[in-house]
């Protein structure tokens, strides 16, 4: 079976390990740990949640790190016709106990590192029923007692610990029986309402867009994607679905705080890919010895999860050179991935998300999805095998982006003469500023063309005399002696309308970004 022959996504792991059983899949602190391996737990973890009640369409909550764990977790409870629902780990017990309740998890799998923090996140009532808990064998965990300590807590747990429960489970393929039209995955993303909403993907959603990926990045076994970004976050998962499709490797390390380490592994384990977001870059660039090192095997980095700066894209494509820099765009509605910009194409395109991936349609249209002529500005809309169903139990909210059998992005942009798209902004991130319409995104890329900024983010604050106005909050490169207001101002009025320039200027030694590193600003605001 070839990669485009796989119709559910745990096909990517049975395909690889009958091909490659001995090689090398997944690397963590400091081992590797092979196709055979994965597999056969997987397909044991499977049997165990079948044996616990398990059937197709039941909702399985995952709450661990990136690790071989999250890998065989993943993919079982797929096997068993699951439907995953990966939780961000920075997410807080109110957040846990939310998402549980919202698509009605029954089982519930975590970690000892995690555990502490679930124990509050739902009680007696709740919908979980069992509780299944990885632990490192030798560390002197004690299950019984972690057990009767909680059973007053609704966290039913005795005898579930793994790995050893899985022990006495065959190693066999359950084959479930499963079409790819099945939901097979609920990612919660950010919602207009304040809560988070379940984008419900299945099978086919995520296969297609994975086939999509391995089509651009030209993706083979020899690969070895270095991953920082995590799994639960669509993009993440698109890295690892990815390689296992084609029997490459995936090499984990969850030490981001310390860019340099993470650098000598990828270095070290001979990484062919590398994947991040702008704030990812930014800390590479500002923040550790990437200029100075050389990666002779890596042959491609992409990026995506939000707008990056021309200028910072020309910083990291020199930066990682010969590598190749993809700049790409998506939404976890989509999988993962709508277009990409061909490395190609980047010096003379700086600042556009690129063209359509295999099998997708993308343009830009009015509110009613109408296609619009070149250089006009609408929103941005998809269509294709990727687009989720909608949102899990939300149909008002599915309305709002579902419309006339197209997907609507809430990004505004624009399509140029040769066909390729450009971002002007998000439909909730443009300002009115008296009666202009100014995109933030437009003053961010201009702020970054500062030589002593290393991070951007725009709002619009209330304004008496205009209605609305920009404020900017800023971080500056490590070694800047620092940048007035003044100053700021006075570099953008060669660049942006005298409207545009913001009203208030803030410097912050950090601004807030979630777990897969994109700036939070309505944290900011």
Same mark, same amino acid.
């Given at each position: 079976?070839?990669?485009?022959?796989?119709?559910?996504?745990? =096909?990517?792991?049975?395909?690889?390990?009958?091909?490659?059983?001995?090689?090398?899949?997944?690397?963590?602190?400091?081992?590797?740990?092979?196709?055979?391996?994965?597999?056969?737990?997987?397909?044991?973890?499977?049997?165990?949640?079948?044996?616990?009640?398990?059937?197709?369409?039941?909702?399985?909550?995952?709450?661990?790190?990136?690790?071989?764990?999250?890998?065989?977790?993943?993919?079982?409870?797929?096997?068993?016709?699951?439907?995953?629902?990966?939780?961000?780990?920075?997410?807080?017990?109110?957040?846990?106990?939310?998402?549980?309740?919202?698509?009605?998890?029954?089982?519930?799998?975590?970690?000892?590192?995690?555990?502490?923090?679930?124990?509050?996140?739902?009680?007696?009532?709740?919908?979980?029923?069992?509780?299944?808990?990885?632990?490192?064998?030798?560390?002197?965990?004690?299950?019984?007692?972690?057990?009767?300590?909680?059973?007053?807590?609704?966290?039913?747990?005795?005898?579930?610990?793994?790995?050893?429960?899985?022990?006495?489970?065959?190693?066999?393929?359950?084959?479930?029986?499963?079409?790819?039209?099945?939901?097979?995955?609920?990612?919660?993303?950010?919602?207009?309402?304040?809560?988070?909403?379940?984008?419900?993907?299945?099978?086919? =959603?995520?296969?297609?867009?994975?086939?999509?990926?391995?089509?651009?990045?030209?993706?083979?076994?020899?690969?070895?994607?270095?991953?920082?970004?995590?799994?639960?976050?669509?993009?993440?998962?698109?890295?690892?679905?990815?390689?296992? &499709?084609?029997?490459?490797?995936?090499?984990?390390?969850?030490?981001?705080?310390?860019?340099?380490?993470?650098?000598?592994?990828?270095?070290?384990?001979? &990484?062919?890919?590398?994947?991040?977001?702008?704030?990812?870059?930014?800390?590479?660039?500002?923040?550790?010895?990437?200029?100075?090192?050389?990666?002779?095997?890596?042959?491609?980095?992409?990026?995506?999860?939000? &707008?990056?700066?021309?200028?910072?894209?020309?910083?990291?494509?020199?930066?990682?050179?010969?590598?190749?820099?993809?700049?790409?765009?998506?939404?976890?509605?989509?999988?993962?991935?709508?277009?990409?910009?061909?490395?190609?194409?980047?010096?003379?395109?700086?600042?556009?998300?690129?063209?359509?991936?295999?099998?997708?349609?993308?343009?830009?249209?009015?509110?009613?999805?109408?296609?619009?002529?070149?250089?006009?500005?609408?929103?941005?809309?998809?269509?294709?095998? =990727?687009?989720?169903?909608?949102?899990?139990?939300?149909?008002?909210?599915?309305?709002?982006?579902?419309?006339?059998?197209?997907?609507?992005?809430?990004?505004?942009?624009?399509?140029?003469?040769?066909?390729?798209?450009?971002?002007?902004?998000?439909?909730?991130?443009?300002?009115?500023?008296?009666?202009?319409?100014?995109?933030?995104?437009?003053?961010?890329?201009?702020?970054?063309?500062?030589?002593?900024?290393?991070?951007?983010?725009?709002?619009?604050?209330?304004?008496?005399?205009?209605?609305?106005?920009?404020?900017?909050?800023?971080?500056?490169?490590?070694?800047?002696?620092?940048?007035?207001?003044?100053?700021?101002?006075?570099?953008?009025?060669?660049?942006?309308?005298?409207?545009?320039?913001?009203? &208030?200027?803030?410097?912050?030694?950090?601004?807030?970004? =979630?777990?897969?590193?994109?700036?939070?600003?309505?944290?900011?605001?």
């Amino acid at each position: 079976m070839s990669a485009s022959d796989h119709k559910l996504i745990h =096909n990517f792991l049975e395909d690889s390990a009958a091909r490659f059983p001995d090689k090398d899949a997944v690397f963590y602190l400091g081992k590797w740990h092979t196709y055979r391996e994965i597999e056969e737990k997987a397909n044991a973890l499977a049997h165990l949640l079948i044996r616990l009640g398990v059937k197709k369409g039941d909702r399985v909550a995952l709450f661990v790190e990136n690790s071989p764990e999250y890998v065989i977790t993943y993919y079982a409870i797929l096997k068993a016709g699951g439907i995953t629902v990966a939780l961000n780990t920075e997410n807080t017990a109110a957040d846990v106990g939310y998402i549980v309740r919202d698509c009605g998890v029954r089982i519930f799998v975590t970690n000892e590192r995690q555990f502490p923090r679930i124990k509050q996140a739902f009680g007696e009532k709740g919908p979980v029923e069992k509780v299944l808990l990885w632990t490192t064998p030798g560390a002197g965990t004690n299950p019984v007692a972690m057990a009767g300590a909680d059973a007053d807590s609704g966290l039913h747990i005795d005898g579930l610990i793994l790995p050893g429960t899985l022990d006495r489970e065959s190693k066999q393929n359950p084959e479930v029986i499963l079409g790819d039209q099945d939901i097979a995955s609920i990612v919660y993303t950010s919602g207009s309402t304040g809560k988070p909403r379940g984008a419900t993907l299945t099978h086919l =959603n995520i296969v297609s867009n994975t086939k999509s990926i391995i089509q651009y990045l030209r993706l083979t076994s020899d690969d070895r994607i270095m991953v920082v970004l995590p799994f639960h976050y669509i993009y993440g998962k698109s890295l690892l679905n990815t390689h296992f &499709a084609v029997g490459g490797s995936v090499v984990i390390d969850n030490r981001f705080l310390y860019p340099a380490a993470v650098l000598q592994t990828m270095k070290e384990q001979a &990484a062919t890919g590398f994947a991040g977001v702008p704030s990812t870059f930014t800390i590479l660039l500002h923040r550790s010895p990437l200029k100075m090192q050389k990666f002779p095997s890596l042959r491609y980095v992409t990026q995506a999860g939000g &707008a990056m700066a021309p200028a910072v894209q020309k910083e990291v494509a020199e930066a990682f050179a010969p590598a190749r820099l993809f700049v790409m765009y998506g939404a976890t509605e989509a999988s993962a991935r709508l277009s990409y910009l061909d490395p190609d194409d980047l010096p003379r395109k700086w600042g556009s998300i690129g063209k359509a991936i295999p099998g997708v349609e993308l343009f830009v249209a009015d509110q009613d999805g109408r296609p619009l002529g070149t250089g006009k500005e609408g929103e941005i809309v998809a269509c294709g095998p =990727n687009i989720m169903q909608g949102y899990w139990g939300q149909p008002e909210e599915t309305k709002k982006v579902l419309r006339k059998g197209l997907y609507f992005t809430g990004d505004i942009g624009y399509m140029d003469d040769e066909g390729f798209l450009f971002i002007v902004g998000r439909t909730r991130d443009m300002i009115k500023v008296g009666g202009n319409r100014v995109s933030t995104k437009e003053i961010e890329e201009a702020l970054y063309e500062h030589p002593a900024v290393a991070e951007a983010a725009v709002i619009g604050i209330p304004d008496d005399l205009l209605g609305e106005a920009p404020k900017a909050f800023l971080t500056l490169k490590p070694g800047v002696l620092g940048a007035s207001d003044e100053e700021i101002r006075e570099f953008l009025t060669a660049r942006i309308a005298s409207y545009k320039i913001p009203k &208030a200027i803030e410097f912050r030694d950090y601004l807030p970004k =979630n777990e897969a590193g994109k700036i939070q600003k309505k944290n900011l605001r």
